[in-house]
Nanobody, 128 residues
Framework: QVQLVESGGASVQAGRSLRLSCSAS????????MVWFRQIPGKEREGVAA????????YYADSVKGRFTVSQDNAKNTVYLQMNSLKPEDTAMYYC?????????????????????WGQGTQVTVSS
């Protein structure tokens, strides 16, 4: 079992930056694929960025490449999402998700069904 808690969401103006955190607890000493999703009401959850905890391979959605960076601090069991040059269209609830005992993040890393563990989300609002 893994518990995930997101933090760092806020309301900011376009062009600013935010860093989200996802703190994991429980059975964390396992190779995992950790992913950030986001969701706007009425729309499907969208995979934004992923990182594998062993080796740190990263993956990004085209919509955030060059602006968002996913990273990890294994000592703190925390995954981060650094979001720069924020746009109003980045406004969403951001969720952290994890799938454990995986040697790498799958090609389908951005699909919701790949993940067993989810946090409660943190709201990001970007105003123009």
């Amino acid at each position: 079992q893994v518990q995930l808690v997101e933090s760092g969401g806020a309301s900011v103006q376009a062009g600013r930056s935010l860093r989200l955190s996802c703190s994991a607890s429980g059975n964390t000493d396992i190779d995992s694929c950790m992913v950030w999703f986001r969701q706007i009401p009425g729309k499907e959850r969208e995979g934004v960025a992923a990182i594998h905890t062993n080796g740190g391979s990263t993956y990004y959605a085209d919509s955030v490449k060059g602006r968002f960076t996913v990273s990890q601090d294994n000592a703190k069991n925390t995954v981060y999402l650094q979001m720069n040059s924020l746009k109003p269209e980045d406004t969403a609830m951001y969720y952290c998700a994890a799938e454990t005992v995986v040697a790498w993040c799958p090609r389908t890393w951005s699909e919701v069904d790949e993940y067993t563990y989810w946090g409660q989300g943190t709201q990001v609002t970007v105003s123009s």
